[in-house]
């Protein structure tokens, strides 16, 4: 066993502690979410010791030595940055055989539809930077769409928009519904 190895056992006897794994892309609509909720983590626990990569410029992937408890934290001489790419495995390529699928149909929307659109898109990118969450966690464009193709109006009507069932519902659905009802009342010009 190298003395490296038998150091980092001979500190983990000491100090119980966990690991987790972080990946922040470096350029992606997410990485706000994945550094805030990387950043939230750090916070709230004792931080032992920390290895972090670039993976072909496209993501840190980091991983986090830590434990929850109170105690001061471990000397920064502990935490390092590891600079060296993380191993990769390459693997054979197999043809993938598809089925041929016929192409989505492009949603058609009237003036009135694709100003309620717009309207439940507002409200959810709004909410969605309220609960810290991406947008897509709310609900998907798709999702959006049927909505205002649809004219929902009732509570019953939304588990039935694909994507979007029972615990959407009860979270967004008043929501939701207010915001159709506003978007049908206001147009938009």
């Given at each position: 066993m190298s003395r490296r190895i038998f150091a980092l056992n001979k500190f983990r006897n000491?100090?119980?502690m966990k690991c987790k794994t972080f990946k922040v892309h470096?350029?992606?609509e997410t990485r706000n979410?994945?550094?805030?909720?990387?950043?939230?983590?750090?916070?709230?626990v004792t931080v032992h010791h920390v290895f972090a990569s670039v993976v072909n410029n496209e993501f840190w992937a980091t991983l986090v030595f830590y434990d929850e408890s109170s105690a001061a934290?471990?000397?920064s001489q502990y935490v390092r940055t590891v600079n060296e790419e993380l191993p990769t495995k390459t693997f054979t390529e197999k043809p993938v055989v598809k089925a041929e699928a016929a192409p989505p149909?492009?949603?058609?929307?009237?003036?009135?539809?694709e100003n309620i659109y717009a309207a439940l898109r507002d409200w959810r990118n709004i909410r969605a930077s309220q609960d810290g969450l991406p947008p897509y966690m709310i609900?998907?464009?798709?999702?959006?769409?049927q909505m205002a193709k649809q004219h929902v109006k009732t509570l019953d009507e939304l588990p039935n928009i694909k994507g979007f069932g029972e615990k959407r519902t009860?979270?967004?659905?008043?929501?939701?519904?207010?915001?159709?009802?506003t978007a049908e009342k206001n147009p938009r010009k």
């Open positions: 000491l100090h119980p470096l350029q992606d979410f994945e550094e805030a909720k990387f950043n939230n983590f750090l916070e709230n934290p471990v000397k149909e492009p949603v058609i929307l009237t003036d009135e539809e609900a998907h464009n798709d999702s959006l769409m009860q979270k967004y659905g008043e929501e939701i519904l207010q915001v159709i009802t």
